[in-house]
Every structure is written in structure tokens, then in C-alpha cells.
């Protein structure tokens, strides 16, 4: 099974704090997608990762993929209340199946 | 264009009710997915549809009953289902490359309550 270990489960923090959330695996990606769900929406692709090395920005969120490509990260830098969420990785497994991590829940107090 | 649609956003149904889900995409996408959400946990697959047909059936009951009718639509039959079975039910779709397919884009689902 090619289980997507992510970390932490929960974050509670204050607005204007940096946090990091980590995805790992065993095995190699060929490209991991990140995902942010708010309450009582669907899953948004944020971005997906595809060569080993490689760092993403999206405006405040800077996405990086281990050399290895068995691991990932997302960075949020002075996060806002409007960034709280589900935040989701995601691998593409064969026959169009997505292997989730277990979720970070990020709650960002004004 | 990268919306998927769903329709109802919410829905209440008896344990003895039919009723159906609908999902909705034009961007070309020839993968088409029904997942179960609980919350705070991530979604889980119900069915995969490429190219119309059926791919994968997750080992779901046969209350939810999927349907395809053409490559734009997505359709998910509930019929005698179980309070366990309240949910939110995402859509999502991808395109196909090489029989694979990875980029997902969902549907905002919908609140599913058996009473």
C-alpha cells in the first residue's frame, strides 16, 4: 500500500505566524498535487509537484518537492484567517486513483 | 473553464427514499469520480467512470447506484440508504493521458443527511 503520511493532523495558529505541513512516503511520486478544502466546499487544486527538487510559489504559499520525490512540503508564510482549512496531498496511483494524506486541519485566529 | 457542478447542495432524505446526485463538467475531462467525505477526514472513492464506462467500484453497497450518460454527466442513484451513509458526496473529474490520470478538480458536493 503507498500510504501518504502528512503532518501535523492539527494546527491552531495566530494570524501573522509561518507554518509548514509535510507529506511523506515510502516509495516515489511521480507528482503529488496539494489541495485546500474550506468548510462545506469541494477539495482546490492548489498545485501539483512533478520533478524532484522542484519549489512552486503561490502568492504566500511556497510548495517544495524532496530531491527524492518521496516527500513534500507546504509552506505558509504570515498566514490570514481566509487560509484556514483542510489541506490535503494527493498521489496518483494507477487506474486514476488518488492516494490522500490524512489531512491538516488549520485553524488561523484573528 | 474548470468548475465542476453538483446539484442539490443539500439534501434530506428517508431511509425509504429515492433519490439522485448530479455532477456536471465541460472541460473535456473523459474521468469522472463519485468520493464520500465525513469530516474532518479525507475523501474517500466510491467510483471511477472513464470514457463513460465504469472503472472502479470501491466496494460500495448497491443503495448508491452510478450512472454515466455521457461524457459531461455524472449521476449517483441513492435509493433505502442508512443514517451511516449521511456524508458529503463529491465529484470530480481529470482528463485521461496515457490511461492515466492524476489532476483532479472537484465539485463543491453535496450535504447528504438520512434520517
Known amino acids: 500500500t503507498q500510504l501518504l503520511e502528512q503532518s501535523p493532523q492539527f494546527l491552531s495558529i495566530q494570524e501573522g505566524e509561518n507554518l509548514t505541513v509535510y507529506c511523506n512516503s515510502s516509495s516515489v511520486f511521480s507528482s503529488l498535487q496539494w489541495y485546500r478544502q474550506e468548510p462545506g466546499e469541494g477539495p482546490v487544486l492548489l498545485v501539483t509537484?512533478?520533478?524532484?527538487?522542484e519549489v512552486k510559489k503561490l502568492k504566500r504559499l511556497t510548495f517544495q518537492f524532496g530531491d527524492a520525490r518521496k516527500d513534500s512540503s507546504l509552506h505558509i508564510t504570515a498566514a490570514q484567517p481566509g487560509d484556514t482549512g483542510l489541506y490535503l496531498c494527493a498521489r496518483g496511483t494507477s487506474y486514476g486513483k488518488l492516494t490522500f494524506g490524512q489531512g491538516t486541519i488549520l485553524t488561523v485566529h484573528p | 473553464d474548470t468548475e465542476v457542478t453538483q446539484t442539490p447542495k443539500h439534501l434530506v432524505m428517508g431511509m425509504t427514499n429515492k433519490k439522485s446526485l448530479k455532477c456536471e463538467q465541460h472541460?473535456?475531462?473523459?474521468?469522472m469520480y463519485w468520493y464520500k467525505q465525513k469530516a474532518k477526514k479525507p475523501p474517500e472513492l466510491m467510483f471511477v467512470y472513464s470514457y463513460e464506462k465504469l472503472s472502479i467500484n470501491e466496494s460500495v453497497p448497491s443503495r448508491f447506484s452510478p450512472e454515466c450518460p455521457n461524457s459531461s454527466l455524472l449521476n449517483l442513484h441513492l435509493h433505502a440508504l442508512q443514517p451511516e451513509d449521511s456524508a458529503l458526496y463529491l465529484c470530480?473529474?481529470?482528463?485521461?493521458?496515457?490511461?492515466?490520470?492524476?489532476?483532479?478538480?472537484f465539485g463543491p458536493g453535496t450535504r447528504l443527511t438520512v434520517t
Open positions: 472541460m473535456g475531462h473523459r474521468a
Open positions: 470530480a473529474s481529470s482528463q485521461v493521458v496515457a490511461g492515466v490520470s492524476y489532476e483532479q478538480y
Open positions: 509537484v512533478v520533478t524532484g527538487g
